[in-house]
Nanobody, 123 residues
Framework: VQLQASGGGLVQAGGSLRLSCAAS????????MGWFRQAPGKEREFVAA????????YYSDPVKGRFTISRDNAKNTVYLQMNSLKPEDTAVYYC?????????????????WGQGTLVTVSS
């Protein structure tokens, strides 16, 4: 399974970005998907997750109400819509897949990882 994240960039505080993660080589529609981020000098942290059907979604407290995770199983793609961005959202964002299909918040659970896309929010 290969995951390709895209959509990062430089945005001013208060702005929006939409990240995409395209999957290939597996059965995307059966995987749970997650987004994580890692800021310089910090550990990778959970951002959002969605179950295989899209019926369950979970967000970390810092992004709740501002970010939305969604998926399109016909396109083998998961999205992260990020609104009201803050400088503290600056990080490399990674998508990941868990073959059990469930919502998961721990990096240890995920089976496959994308390469990351950089999001920089200026103040």
């Amino acid at each position: 399974v290969q995951l390709q994240a895209s959509g990062g960039g430089l945005v001013q505080a208060g702005g929006s970005l939409r990240l995409s993660c395209a999957a290939s080589g597996g059965t995307f529609s059966t995987y749970g998907m997650g987004w994580f981020r890692q800021a310089p000098g910090k550990e990778r942290e959970f951002v959002a997750a969605i179950s295989w059907s899209g019926g369950s979604r979970y967000y970390s407290d810092p992004v709740k109400g501002r970010f939305t995770i969604s998926r399109d199983n016909a396109k083998n793609t998961v999205y992260l819509q990020m609104n009201s961005l803050k400088p503290e959202d600056t990080a490399v964002y990674y998508c990941a897949a868990v073959v059990t299909g469930r919502v998961a918040t721990s990096t240890q659970v995920y089976d496959y990882w994308g390469q990351g896309t950089l999001v920089t929010v200026s103040s």
